[in-house]
């Protein structure tokens, strides 16, 4: 055997399981694509203790921090399921002046009411709502008087 082809065989080997390797580990590191089965990162969150923090916010500093964290949580969906009345995803944004998808699959009327404000689902009911908000802000929503979720309403 020539040292030539020693050295072939020793690059083929090489390339061979540097290749072998990509494929094995490809899989493990790939990037996740948010599809609507992977769920947001406002799933993951207590809604009762960020309800109780956005409500013990007395201050500007801590108003500007609930903002924040809200900011941070709420997700880019253009579809609010309320099935329910477990909304999905649970914290929401919602442009000013825009309307935004309002899904039921119940076979009963769901309504959200924040303050001045109602949103009514029909049974099994997929619409397009717009609803007039005051401005930006964090608008929490009780469905079956029950908080459950919030719309985070931006420009």
């Known amino acids: 055997m020539t040292k030539q ?4 065989i020793i690059v083929l080997l090489l390339v061979g399981i540097v290749i072998v390797l990509g494929i094995y580990y490809y899989p493990v590191n790939k990037p996740v694509v948010q599809t609507p089965d992977t769920p947001d990162k406002s799933e993951a969150v207590d809604m009762d203790v ?9 201050n500007a500093e801590a108003q500007q921090a609930v903002f924040a964290k809200v900011k941070n ?16 995803p649970p914290i929401i944004r ?11 699959r119940d076979t009963v009327e769901r309504q959200l ?6 949103l009514t689902a029909p049974p099994a009911s997929d619409a397009l709502v717009a609803p007039a908000f005051p401005g930006e802000g964090v608008f929490g929503y009780e469905c079956d008087n029950k908080l459950v979720g919030i719309l985070f309403v931006t420009q």
């Open 5 to 8: 082809l020693l050295i072939s």
């Open 50 to 58: 960020l309800f109780a923090e956005i409500q013990a916010a007395s």
């Open 73 to 88: 949580l709420a997700s880019d969906a253009t579809t609010l399921d309320i099935t329910g009345c477990q909304p999905q």
């Open 94 to 104: 919602v442009h000013l002046n825009q309307a935004f998808n309002l899904k039921n």
């Open 113 to 118: 009411v924040h303050g001045q404000f109602t």
